[in-house]
């Protein structure tokens, strides 16, 4: 067919949160790459600036949008929707302030799956759009399955333990309670928000951060009930590294890293939302202790209610650590997983690190917090087998039990030996000929082709 070689401009839309903008500014770095001018279009609350890692692109702000006040204030799920409904209309002028100034040369606009007040204007200029999906392609199908059910009958078998531990039907092996349900929010509103979410409405395909090799039989599942082409492109931190944290890091780590024995070091990070009460730190700090093995832990400002970082903590928590932790408040992670002192990473199992970590083929310890960590966490255990679940109450024993699994028995040396294997397969994925730059390849000649939209 003919190509339509004038439009070579994708315009990117991400939520302004961590988990969310890291993979679409790979994305776009993976498109830049092929040839195509990139603007992102950001909220007054993304913290994402024209660095020298993306000086090449092109960075609009939505006027009179939502700013971290708003957050706090509102709560992540009131958040959302209020953004959705005030961005609209500044969002169409945006881009028909960006079709004159460029000359119509957009060829697609890429807008996170939670940013859907993107379809409005996209319908308007007639855009070919593209909706993208930061979480795995099985939180994806959680997400559209609970977007059909009844908020009250779904409830109520989510508080009887006897239906919370079984599995949920068509989703083997989730239990109910591995749905990606939120800490942020009532289930009336967070089902809400998933109808939206996966409603793809005028979008022409959809793209994942994931992986045929992880995710074969969802990605299967999606293409059969959404009807347009899904293209599985990542890992894009493999494919596209593109480094785009949001907080600063304390390489200082790297050092104390580099005198600790071969994979003896468990990584401690639970995310950029994730919130600890002082009982489970001292819980954790004992177990830790008790393990005997060294570790590193991130410990987040604002991440213990109440307190600004670790001020708040007892002493006998600061004796603990200074035994054998080190403590920074946030990681350059990526360097710290690829570290050969590094043997296992205790997560909330978000889908970035989650990928990152298989990446790395570094086994992982799992303790969800909210939403797709869960759907996350049981794929690790059971699917993948290269994790450890933590569920219920922290207590020291469970803590320093489950480091001693993963960094000293047999059972941690088979995990390892099995993600190594899925790491070999991910680098596969993204080299010439593998899935996912298949995948890759097969998108961009399709933003090529008349007859995209």
Not at 53 to 75: A, C, Q
Not at 180 to 191: R, W
Not at 388 to 412: C, F, H, S
Request: charged residues 20%; hydrophobic residues 40%; aromatic residues 10%.
């Amino acid at each position: 067919m003919e190509e339509l070689r004038v439009k070579r401009r994708i315009v990117l839309v991400p939520v302004p949160a961590q988990g969310h903008v890291t993979p679409i500014m790979q994305l776009g770095k993976a498109l830049y790459s092929k040839g195509f001018s990139i603007t992102v279009v950001l909220t007054q609350y993304n913290r994402v600036s024209s660095s020298k890692d993306f000086s090449d692109f092109h960075f609009l702000t939505i006027p009179g949008s939502l700013t971290e006040s708003d957050l706090k204030n509102l709560g992540p799920f009131k958040f959302l929707f209020k953004l959705n409904q005030i961005c609209e209309a500044s969002f169409k002028q945006c881009i028909g302030q960006l079709l004159q100034e460029q000359g119509n040369d957009i060829a697609c606009v890429v807008y996170d799956e939670y940013m859907y007040f993107s379809q409005a204007a996209v319908k308007e200029f007639q855009l070919p759009s593209v909706l993208f999906s930061t979480t795995s392609a099985t939180a994806f199908v959680c997400r559209s399955v609970l977007a059909r059910v009844d908020a009250q009958s779904f409830l109520l078998d989510m508080k009887d333990p006897k239906v919370s531990d079984k599995v949920f039907p068509g989703l083997h092996p989730l239990r109910y309670k591995d749905l990606p349900t939120s800490a942020f929010g009532p289930i009336e509103s967070i089902l809400k928000v998933y109808s939206e979410t996966v409603n793809i409405r005028t979008a022409s395909a959809v793209i994942i951060n994931s992986t045929s090799c992880l995710e074969n039989s969802s990605l299967a599942w999606l293409r059969r009930e959404l009807q347009v082409p899904v293209y599985p492109i990542g890992p894009l931190h493999i494919a596209a590294s593109a480094p785009s944290s949001l907080l600063e890091e304390d390489r200082s780590c790297i050092e104390w890293l580099n005198k600790q024995k071969l994979g003896s070091v468990i990584y401690i990070s639970l995310g950029s939302l994730a919130l600890m009460e002082t009982k489970d730190m001292l819980e954790m700090a004992w177990g830790l202790s008790n393990s005997n093995q060294p570790f590193l832990w991130v410990i987040r400002p604002g991440s213990i209610p109440g307190s600004e970082w670790t001020e708040s903590l007892p002493e006998e928590f600061s004796r603990l650590v200074s035994e054998r932790g080190y403590i920074v408040k946030w990681a350059p992670q990526m360097d710290v997983l690829r570290h050969p002192a590094v043997g296992g990473f205790w997560s909330h199992c978000g889908w970035n690190s989650t990928l990152e970590s298989i990446g790395e083929g570094v086994p992982m310890i799992c303790r969800p917090f909210t939403g797709d960590q869960k759907v996350n966490a049981r794929y690790l255990e059971r699917v993948w087998r290269i994790g450890v679940q933590l569920e219920g109450a922290l207590d020291k024993g469970t803590v320093g039990r489950a480091v001693e699994r993963l960094i000293v028995d047999e059972e941690g040396a088979e995990m390892r030996k099995r993600a190594i294997n899925l790491k070999e397969k991910l680098e596969a994925s993204v080299r010439s000929g593998g899935s996912s730059c298949s995948s890759s390849d097969n998108f961009v000649n399709s933003l090529k082709m008349k007859n995209f939209m």
